[in-house]
């Protein structure tokens, strides 16, 4: 640990949302997240759009984040930022500032791969929630993500399983989008789930070999129910809503939770973590935290504003890369795509 204190300025930018944190070593001081509403009307993310955001979004976002966390830019030690996955544009918009930034102050720049960072998040200092200790399994969940993760050490990470097809963030925003409901409508899902009955209807499981995932099938699936459902009976849906998405949520749970039992056998790994976005679904948390007492599992769920796409994630992986002096130069590159 250094004997004087680490301020990280955290930028993220890889999708719709505008995000800046600033971390004094691994405490959260300020995170800041400016969301596009505009993309709403489009029933999913406008990538040119997007990134015309970013630029009007982050200056103010980062001057928000400094008074918060009343410190000075002169103050920082290094700028974070999110090299990729993501969209080219609004990745390039965030790179692009912090590249200025840490050239004007003189300060290191560090590149941050985004779904190493919603694993990480984890780490933040944050009193009433336990970090995992090495090795543990990550379930990463997002609208472009589904992958279980051994994690052997903060930057030594394999992925043992991941979708073949659609993310399950993808399944919840489809699924929500086959009942008429808007964008982003996973949070839809979540909120009718918890008023209905999640054994009402049954859908089939995909048979997916090994820890890998699949989810257009069970989509192709909703959508057949709900066609031949609305024909016999036009109002079946507004009828049916709650009943519908708890029995779509549940289905979904149980295909996670099948490969993350698996992983544990195979593994032998007990120690469990969830990030990303569909993380913040209650359904999940709720499954996740009852394991402990079903299959012995210490499980690890974050803060509700760690979850989603959020600039303190990146920041506590700044931090360690810090202390690893793990830096980049102004010629490093955006990726849309990242090896792991």
């Known amino acids: 640990m250094p004997q ?18 600033v971390l004094k070593d691994d405490k959260v001081l300020s995170n800041v997240v400016a969301n596009q509403l505009i993309h709403n009307e489009f029933g999913g993310v406008v990538p040119e759009l997007a990134s015309r955001a970013h630029q009007q979004n982050i200056v103010p976002v980062i001057n928000a984040a400094l008074k918060k966390a009343n410190i000075t830019k002169e103050e920082l030690s290094a700028i974070a930022f999110t090299q990729g996955p993501g969209l080219m544009g609004s990745l390039l918009v965030g790179s692009s500032f912090a590249k200025s930034l840490s050239l004007a102050l003189n300060i290191p720049l560090i590149a941050v791969n985004h779904m190493h960072a919603h694993i990480l998040a984890h780490y933040i200092d944050e009193e009433g929630f336990d970090k995992p200790t090495f090795p543990f399994l990550a379930l990463t969940i997002s609208g472009g993500h589904t992958q279980i993760v051994k994690v052997n050490h903060f930057f030594d990470m394999e992925i043992i399983g991941e979708t073949t097809d659609d993310a399950v963030g993808e399944a919840f925003d489809k699924s929500a989008k086959i009942l008429g409901l808007p964008y982003p ?24 070999p090994g820890l890998d995932f699949s989810f257009s099938g069970l989509k192709t699936a909703i959508l057949y129910f709900i066609q031949k459902k609305v ?89 360690q890369k810090f202390l690893a002096e793990t830096f980049e130069d102004a010629t490093v590159v955006s990726k849309a795509r990242i090896q792991f």
């Not at 009718?192 to 997916?208: C, D, E, I, R, S």
């Open 231 to 319: 024909a016999e009976n036009p109002d079946f849906i507004s009828e049916n809503i709650n009943d519908i998405c708890a029995s779509i949520q549940h289905t979904i749970i149980e295909i996670l939770m099948d490969k993350l039992k698996l992983a544990v056998k195979e593994t032998g790994i007990k120690q469990i973590a969830i990030g990303g976005g569909v993380s913040a679904n209650s359904g999940i948390r709720t499954t996740l935290k009852e394991a402990e007492k079903r299959y012995g599992w210490k499980t690890f769920v974050p803060k509700f504003e760690y979850t989603t796409d959020n600039a303190a994630m990146i920041g506590i992986v700044g931090y």
């Open 185 to 208: 409508g996973g949070p839809l899902v979540d909120k009718y789930a918890q008023l209905g009955n999640p054994k009402a209807f049954a859908f089939t499981k995909p048979k997916v």
């Open 4 to 21: 004087k204190p680490v301020f990280i300025l955290a930028i993220e930018s890889s999708c719709d949302d505008t995000a800046a944190a």
